[in-house]
């Protein structure tokens, strides 16, 4: 294909992708979908006269499959796994959650409407609507303070006592969220709770990995903390930004860790994710959603250790109840029924 004149490529592609946006044609670029000359380019190579343009035709992906785990009243509670995008990407045909609502709820007259969004990396819960009036009453409950949303996840080092962080964030920039030199209000705040200290042995199980120590040796203290990160309106990448600006990043971020590790040698950032080959690099897992309305909580499907297990899964099982989330949620009526999965 050879483009119109135009100084950029992700510009020239407009002509040739009439129906995709710039970002998403930026997002094809990035991935390699486009060819300039045969080589591939960044989104702001400037074009000059002759170059070709080739758009690579993309192998189907194998994403992880997801799942309804319960459905109350006009919501519903889906599981999707790490590795799937909860939205449809601009520019892209990666599989992701929205599209398979219509055959995960084949029984419904149209698809429900999803309420919440999960990274790509990131596996757990996602709360749907399936009436306008669900929607409003859910956006209300947040905007009250009364929806409660506890991740479970793995930070690195010992996270000594519970914290609270409270900065506000700034998520102009769509790849990278930053912290602002401003307290947030409550509501946008993110409470972390230590469950459990694991050492290098215990980490590298939990992460597949063969830990780059010698056997004989004493396996190193406080290499990460499984924590509770309790929230009641997120932002993009809140819990993995708010837990990095405590000092204890999400173990193997790539984005808001220190670098290509986070952790001693052998626990690389960029762990491919079986399914897709795509990296993995963190365990964040959206555990329970708990509003007046509804609650449900779905565990976390990591191999931990028995002892960090049975403290986890204390947490959850009273995480939902309104006696325990009283400081969060103050108004909320007794006797709503949770799902516990």
């Known amino acids: ?174 790849r990278k969220t930053r912290i602002l030199d401003l307290e947030a209000p409550p509501l946008r705040w993110t409470k972390f709770t230590p469950l459990a200290v694991l050492g290098s042995r215990e980490t590298a199980s939990l992460l597949g990995e063969s830990a780059s120590q010698d056997p004989g040796a004493a396996p190193e203290d406080g290499v990460a903390t499984l924590a509770l990160c309790t929230l009641l309106c997120g932002a993009r990448h809140q819990v993995r930004i708010h837990a990095a600006s405590l000092g204890h990043p999400l173990l193997g971020d790539p984005l808001y860790g220190p670098g290509p590790t986070d952790g001693p040698a052998g626990y690389p950032a960029d762990r491919p994710d079986a399914a897709t080959g795509r990296p993995s690099a963190h365990l964040l897992h959206q555990a329970f959603v708990a509003f007046p309305q509804a609650a449900c909580v779905l565990s976390p499907p990591w191999p931990l250790p028995a002892s960090a297990m049975a403290r986890m899964e204390g947490f959850l099982d009273i995480a939902p109840s309104w006696d325990i989330l009283a400081a969060f949620a103050p108004a909320t009526p007794e006797g709503v029924k949770c799902s516990r999965r």
């Open 1 to 174: 294909m050879r483009p119109d004149a135009s100084p950029r490529l992700d510009h020239a592609l407009a002509d040739l992708l009439p129906g995709t946006g710039l970002r998403g044609r930026r997002r094809l670029v990035q991935e390699g979908a486009v060819l300039v000359n045969g080589r591939p380019r960044p989104p702001g190579y400037r074009m000059a006269p002759g170059d070709e343009i080739t758009i690579v035709p993309r192998a189907p992906v194998q994403a992880p499959a997801a799942s309804v785990v319960h459905r109350t009243g006009d919501y519903v509670f889906l599981a999707k796994p790490a590795g799937l995008h909860t939205v449809r990407l601009e520019g892209g045909g990666a599989p992701n959650l929205e599209e398979s609502l219509a055959a995960l709820c084949p029984e419904l007259p149209r698809p429900p409407r999803l309420l919440q969004r999960l990274d790509f990396e990131t596996s757990g819960l996602v709360c749907a609507a399936t009436s306008e009036a669900a929607v409003d009453v859910f956006k209300k409950e947040e905007r009250q303070g009364r929806c409660v949303k506890g991740y479970v996840a793995l930070l690195s080092g010992r996270l000594e006592a519970p914290a609270t962080a409270k900065a506000a964030l700034k998520t102009a920039n769509r």
